[in-house]
């Protein structure tokens, strides 16, 4: 409540006559509050709690709160974009389970790119360009999450591919903004921070990482296969790898049991299986037709 009333306090200052909210239920409330549309943009419409996806019934207590408290609070906004494909692809399917009154306000528009696929260089181009052979497969690992969970998800895949792999280079990047620093041992390639990452996701045949949305959306809007490690007990990136798991895009693995023995026989599973391949790309010829961002300003100035 607390919150709220400071929101309504800063929009009453200046008196917009659009709120966009991006994933803050109590933005939504404070632009009801002053009387003032609003625009929402999210990928997660109901709450599960950590831990409970173990216990029924305890699952089923936390879904009545959303679908008692939460969702109704979401349906107050005008209009809710979601950037995510639409069904069957939709990567936050269990997260966006909601009620038929509130799916007309909803509008699925795809994910959000900064840079698209077909503005960039052919993959066999950047791979060369990055310094990489373009006839062997590449594999990108990126890490990200917070500050401890990309030292230790780093670490783990330093030595996960300490060895040479066998049959696929790998681009591993650690996700710290030390610019130019970079490793070389063998077909491995380590990188502080990558500021082109969108070429690399274009140059690599498979991606390694967390399965948070942003990392699986655009994965698959560039047609990439993944191997997903999703973080232990976070309920949205659990329910995303079964979602990638479900539409024959990936394969996961559990964080705990992660050693070379158990990641390089996955990736070469996907690698060597064209059908993951083919139904990532699958879903990219989809995502191209997705308007993404240009959605966004239309609903927009539809409310204006």
């Known amino acids: 409540m607390k919150q709220v009333c400071f929101e309504v306090r800063q929009l009453a200052s200046f008196k917009p006559d659009l709120v966009v909210s991006d994933t803050r239920l109590s933005t939504v409330i404070a632009s009801r509050i002053i009387g003032r549309p609003v625009l929402t943009i999210l990928n997660q419409l109901r709450v599960i709690s950590p831990g409970l996806i173990h216990y029924p019934k305890l699952f089923r207590i936390s879904d009545f709160f959303s679908h008692g408290f939460i969702e109704p609070g979401w349906g107050i906004s005008d209009r809710i974009v979601i950037p995510d494909f639409p069904p069957p692809y939709t990567v936050s399917g269990e997260n966006l389970k909601v009620s038929p009154a509130l799916k007309r306000k909803i509008r699925y528009v795809g994910t959000i790119l900064p840079v698209k696929p077909e503005s960039l260089p052919s993959q066999a181009e950047l791979k060369a360009e990055f310094g990489f052979n373009p006839e062997e497969p590449l594999v990108y690992a990126a890490v990200s999450g917070p500050a401890y969970e990309r030292w230790w998800l780093g670490v783990k895949l330093y030595r996960a591919f300490s060895n040479p792999p066998e049959g696929f280079q790998v681009a591993l990047s650690?996700?710290?903004?030390?610019?130019?620093?970079?490793?070389?041992?063998?077909?491995?390639?380590?990188?502080?921070?990558?500021?082109?990452?969108?070429?690399?996701?274009?140059?690599?045949?498979?991606?390694?990482?967390?399965?948070?949305?942003?990392?699986?959306?655009?994965?698959?809007?560039?047609?990439?296969?993944?191997?997903?490690?999703?973080?232990?007990?976070?309920?949205?990136?659990?329910?995303?790898?079964?979602?990638?798991?479900?539409?024959?895009?990936?394969?996961?693995?559990?964080?705990?049991?992660?050693?070379?023995?158990?990641?390089?026989?996955?990736?070469?599973?996907?690698?060597?299986?064209?059908?993951?391949?083919?139904?990532?790309?699958?879903?990219?010829?989809?995502?191209?037709?997705?308007?993404?961002?240009?959605?966004?300003?239309?609903?927009?100035?539809?409310?204006?």
């Open 174 to 304: 650690l996700g710290r903004r030390l610019e130019g620093a970079r490793r070389e041992k063998g077909k491995i390639k380590v990188y502080s921070w990558l500021p082109d990452r969108f070429k690399m996701l274009k140059a690599c045949d498979l991606v390694v990482g967390r399965s948070g949305h942003g990392t699986v959306t655009q994965a698959l809007a560039y047609g990439k296969p993944m191997v997903l490690i999703p973080t232990q007990e976070q309920t949205e990136q659990i329910f995303n790898a079964r979602t990638a798991l479900r539409l024959g895009v990936a394969k996961a693995l559990d964080p705990r049991y992660l050693s070379r023995e158990t990641l390089q026989p996955l990736i070469s599973e996907v690698l060597q299986n064209r059908e993951y391949r083919r139904r990532a790309e699958k879903i990219m010829e989809e995502a191209g037709k997705l308007p993404g961002v240009e959605a966004i300003v239309e609903e927009i100035l539809s409310l204006l």
